[in-house]
């Protein structure tokens, strides 16, 4: 089986270059560093700090 790679296409003013990656969480974890505070807050902010659904309101963490 031929093993897959995550490519990341970078463009800056001078130049352009591809980052690759062995899994898909490596790439998101670039990805989010590449992010300010503010922009990563607002992309979890749509999902339970607990459990990580974005069913909300979510119940996982209430003792009712």
Known sequence: MKKATITVKI????AQTNKAFTTIFDAIEYLL???TPDERLDLFSD??????????????N???
Do not use: F, S
């Open 47 to 60: 999902y339970c700090k607990y459990c990580g659904t974005d069913k909300l309101p979510c119940y996982c």
């Open 11 to 14: 463009d800056t003013e001078n």
């Open 33 to 35: 560093g590449q992010c």
């Open 62 to 64: 209430r003792d009712e």
